[in-house]
């Protein structure tokens, strides 16, 4: 049956509240034990490795449990109307959410107070339906329940009975977990406490009143549920039956229309509620102020952080309404932004596997009470903020990034909160006894002068906390000195009075903290996004051709936006913008030219308009100066106005056309009530039905206007599912069937978006790393900054445990001393160590299978360098070895870097998981890890990731100690293999050198250890030259990162010796990476631009012997040479730093500044030899120099000629002291030294004019040399005064020992 009987067709979707809904005990079917309560209580002895006996599975007895602390199954008893077309009745899910634990039973005894809590449920499409729950308990008037728990409570007794004669020594912990209070001594106590007696006792069970609400009108369902309540319990019935006011708020109370309030009757008193107008922040109830008590601001900001980089959020707690306040407060501050992935405040004991879900989730778990956080075991703990709401205390992600501005962010909260009176460390003192006494609404409840119904003397402050020991304890102090409680009560009522007067403005000053609280957080998005608009490509020319290739296209200038931002903020936003809620909110901005604006949207767009307003001064580079929020007065007066002046009024509750002698009211029960009133709404058209239907009309509009866009809907929800990844259709798990089918459904889903994500995440590494080759295939922007790579990697190693946790079994109890709590929390980790173990058994008795032999890497020259051993193993080891990591979350994340690094990670988690028996021990059927087909194409996305070089582990890790093997290649062919002479070797990276380091005597290899060089870049190699054999031609140096494999070759190719090519007994050699060549690596060749390297041999013995008889570059592409060489320092210099290469390679690399000036130098030269004599460019320099120092004295007064001078005098102090310095440097060595010095010193536009005009040029170079001519001369002045501007800072090897 459907509730369209509401006025209008369009009326409906505007109403209040769309479903009234009773839940309670099933008369008929009596006492069933709650199969969801049972199969929870059998996860968590399984999770805590006890025997599936403690708590039966089929029969739901558990006799260690009292009868009255046992949960029964509910039933939905009653739902008005009976479907609604727009949303439909899901009545599994509303019986599991209004009694998640299912039936509870009381005696007079206990504690009976009314608890409300609220829940939501969130559709496929991600729309939420909101419900409001007061669950009180009624007496139980069937004397077959009555009997059935007598029989319980026999049984109980017997099974108690008989454990305790079993054993004297028997503790008594079993027997007491079933009590509240465990100060009981002995079985005859625990039995008069925990009993329940037919012909003494009487017996209660709770039952729930519900409203299923479209929007949060939490404190107005909350009044609404609460009137209801004391008109069932009051002493006299209703001023009207209960059927005339819940069909009001079913059918006759509109939502109030945005920017408006609304005045509805309750049984009692008129209820106000009010909405935000279009411009304002959305529609929030969940009272912060709480949020900030239970949890405390500084922790607040930090999970807040935690849901906006989308990890794991668990929330834990006793009571219910706590995990669903937390949950939407958070979630509440989250504007312009909304959560996209699965959440479900309240987790209801059927979907615990959730919790292995291997994707991001906010989801609340209830504690049980006296179970401590040590207890509760999860599958995935790496990426997870666990947040303990009753102990004030969370546990938060590693190597999480702060929000921005975080201390001046807190400052201005706290500020609000001060302004209130609320602690900014929160409040810890919100003991049961407060909440029961909130939870029964203060005053409203205790007090009701309007009707009488609960006198004030009636209710003293015993009756009120009676289940509270301490309370029973100072009663029963107070009849033995005949006191009674009573008397104290007249005080505690005259203030609750006080109370009542000011609950109105308790209401209105939550509204306003709310609202203001919620505006400093959107003013930091604001501040932090106010120029987002300008990076948002939009390159599609319609919606269908974007939704189609929706995957394929860059949406954000994310490089562009990163490299606008202030330096402080670049670690968070770099991985925000990588979330989905950032990647929808983009989307949304898209899709915004063919469809109405999201609301959010709309909302933020306008507030950026405002500011871009007032700063009407041109924008400035972006800073990181804290701006507060400036508009908190104005919003907080906004809702105040509403709430003072009520802009419409319902129409009141009045009679029906009802069956006299039905519904008679009986106090403490809730009536029965009539259906076919409560069916449909009245049939008369009203302004409300108007306005609804108009509206209706122009939905209609819209939705016709994008069927015409000329996608089907399904087909347009299927790509914009996928467009939006994987947590969108996960989001949110279907309540209503949880049928194995449909958990085994539900893991296909997860195994499928894993892949996905997977699929996604290595292409977009692939692209970004790939450079110009990426563009040119039209991937977009070709540069990768050094901290959008790490957040791609630390990304990827955040999938990797989302991976290994997913269908993980119970956490291995074997090895408890290789991680404790606080460290073992990750997956894969876990299963590389125990891989580790059952590798290192078989060890002892064979060799490991991953080594892959001893080969050595075989030179022209026959020189070798043994092949590094590539072993998953030793690996770990270098892992295990690193002191600085202290957790397993760290060492996993490190062996990912490390694996990355030597392009293995595909590989060594092949082999992983080739062990199909450690597989099947740790995961369940379902797990990734056990879907061969998926398990191979994650593999291969992996393998993809071959094709390009990362530095991941050594640019993250900088303070290790590496062992290096460095081996020295000779050309045997033209000289010895080893010189008598005593050789020296000194490597030099981007984060340090080792210093001289003598090489063994007869040895052309060594190995050494020093902390991390990072990326090498040069080697200086010198000898002494002693001995006969001193003259020695080397090949090149190559050096060998032993732990991540990285080899580099440095080219040498001259002569080291006096008398032999320029004379030099040290040189410095300029590295390239080596790509790796073995057979298994095809996919592995280097697409990245090669580091430059040392001049070849065959350029720098062309430049330097001068025998003319190698093809020499004319004078064009010697221009172009300089041209280029200069151009790539300067574009060097425009990258952030932290992005920026070596510049030494810029200087002194193949097609470098230094080689660049070479050719300039040599293009004329004279090349006839004298007396058989090379000659070089240094001895040119030389004769300048004594020409400069002779020629001093000539000259006149002019400004010209004593700058000039002063260039000269500078000029030959620097060649001097190159000649001078203690360095065994040969001349082009000396050349180069010159260059470098003045490139730093910007000294080189200077020199050129007066070498270009020395008499000895005329002497040493031919009449069209370049150097000779004035126009060419005057052009390279040019381009060099460009590195004016530049800091150029030298690496220490380049200039060691010259002093100018």
Known sequence: MSGSGAPGPGAAPCRFAHYFVLCGIDAES????????????????????????????????????????????????????????????????????CMPKGLSFRTQADNRDPQLHSFIITREDGSRTYGFVLTFYEEVTSKQICTAMQTL??????????????????????????????????????QRYNSYDISRDTLYVSKCICLITPLPFMQACKKFLIQLYKAVTSQQPPPLPLESYIHNILYEVPLPPPGRSLKFYGVYEPIICQRPGPNELPLSDYPLREVFELLGLENLVQVFTCVLLEMQILLYSQDYQRLMTVAEGITTLLFPFQWQHVYVPILPASLLHFLDAPVPYLMGLQSKEGTDRSKLELPQEANLCFVDIDNHFIELPEEFPQFPNKLEFIQEISEVLLQFGIPPEGNLHCSDSATKLKNLVLSDLVNDKKNGNIPSNALNMYELLKGNETIARLQALAKRTGVTMEKITTPLTEKEKDGKLSCEELELRDYKLNVQLREVFANRFTQMFADYEAFVIQAAPDMESWLTNREQMQNFDKASFLSDQPEPYLPFLSHFIETQMFATFIDNKIISQWEEKDPFLRVFDSRIEKIKLYNVRAPALRTSNYQKCSTLKEAAQSIE??????????IHPHLLDMKIGQGKYEQGFFPKLQSDVLAT???????????????????????????????????????????????????????????????????????????????????????????????????GEANITGLEENTLIASLCDLLERIWSHGLQV?????????????????????????????????HSAESPVAVGTERRKSDTGITLPTLRVSLIQDMRHVQNMSEIKTDVGRARAWIRLSLEKKLLSQHLKQLLSNQALAKKLYKRYAFLRCEEEREQFLYHLLSLNAVDYFCFTSVFTTIMIPYRS?????????????????????????????????????????????????????????????LLAKWLVDCVMVRNEITGHTYKFPCGRWLGKGVDDG?????????????????????????????????????????????????????????????AVN???????????????????????????????????????????????????????????????????GDNEEALLLQRSSCKTFCHYVNAINTAPRNIGKDGKFQILVCLGTRDHLLSQWIPLLAECPPITRMYEENALLRDRMTVNSLIRVLQTLQDFNIILEGSLIKGVDV
Not at 819 to 837: C, D, F, I, P, T
């Open 811 to 843: 956490k291995q109890k074997e090895n408890p001393e290789r991680g404790q709590r606080n460290e073992g929390k990750s997956a894969l980790w876990s299963h590389l160590l125990q891989y580790q173990e059952r590798e290192e058994k078989q060890e």
């Open 1064 to 1124: 030099s007994l040290e040189r410095i050699l300029i590295g390239e990476l080596v790509s790796s060549t073995s057979d298994e690596e095809l996919g592995k060749q280097c697409r990245t631009p090669p580091q430059q390297k040392s001049p070849t041999v065959a350029r720098r013995l062309s430049i330097t012997s001068l025998t003319g008889r190698n093809t020499k570059p004319n004078a064009g592409q010697i221009q172009e040479g300089i041209g280029e």
């Open 641 to 650: 106005q509403r709430l003072m002046k009520i802009d419409h009024t319902a």
């Open 1128 to 1194: 790539n320092i300067v574009k060097h210099f425009h990258k952030p730093e932290k992005e920026r290469g070596s510049l030494t390679i810029l200087l002194c690399g193949e097609n470098g500044l230094v080689a660049a000036l070479e050719q300039v130098f040599h293009h004329g030269f004279k090349s006839a030899r004298i007396f058989h004599k090379n000659v070089f460019i240094w001895d040119f320099i030389e004769k300048a120099v004594a020409y400069f120092e002779t020629s001093d004295q000539i």
């Open 967 to 1027: 081996v020295i290649i000779p050309i045997k062919k033209l000289s010895n293999a080893i010189t008598t002479s005593n050789p020296w070797i000194c490597v030099s990276g981007e984060l340090g050198d080792t210093g001289v380091m003598q090489i063994p005597k007869n040895h052309l290899e060594m190995t050494f250890e020093c902390q991390n060089l990072g990326k090498l870049t040069t080697v200086q190699i010198g000898h002494d030259n002693s001995g």
């Open 153 to 190: 409570y026999q049984m109980h007794n017997a099974e108690q009975y008989s454990s305790v004669c079993a054993s004297s020594s028997c503790s008594m912990d079993s027997l007491a977990s079933s009590i509240d209070e465990g100060d009981a001594t002995s079985l005859a106590k625990l």
């Open 30 to 97: 009596g006492l069933e034990p709650d199969e969801l309560a049972v199969l929870y209580k059998w996860l968590q002895a399984d999770l805590h490795g006890k025997s599936s006996d403690t708590a039966d599975k089929t029969s739901g007895e558990n006799f260690d449990q009292s009868p009255l602390r046992r949960t029964f199954k509910s039933k939905v008893l009653a739902h008005y109307p009976q479907n609604i077309e727009w949303n439909p009745f899901d009545q599994d899910a509303v019986n599991m959410l």
């Open 681 to 779: 709404g009245p049939t008369n058209n009203n302004r409300w039905a108007s306005r609804s239907t108009t509206t209706q009309r122009r939905k209609d509009r819209l939705r016709q206007h994008s069927e015409h866009i000329g996608l089907d809907n399904d087909l347009r929800e299927k790509y914009m599912q996928e467009a939006r990844s994987l947590g969108k259709n996960l989001r949110q798990p279907k309540l209503s069937d949880l049928s194995p089918a449909v958990i085994a459904q539900t893991n296909w889903k997860f195994v499928e978006g894993l892949l996905k994500e997977c699929r996604m995440k290595t292409k977009r590494m692939l692209v970004e790393k790939m450079g110009h080759e990426a563009v040119e295939l039209g991937h």
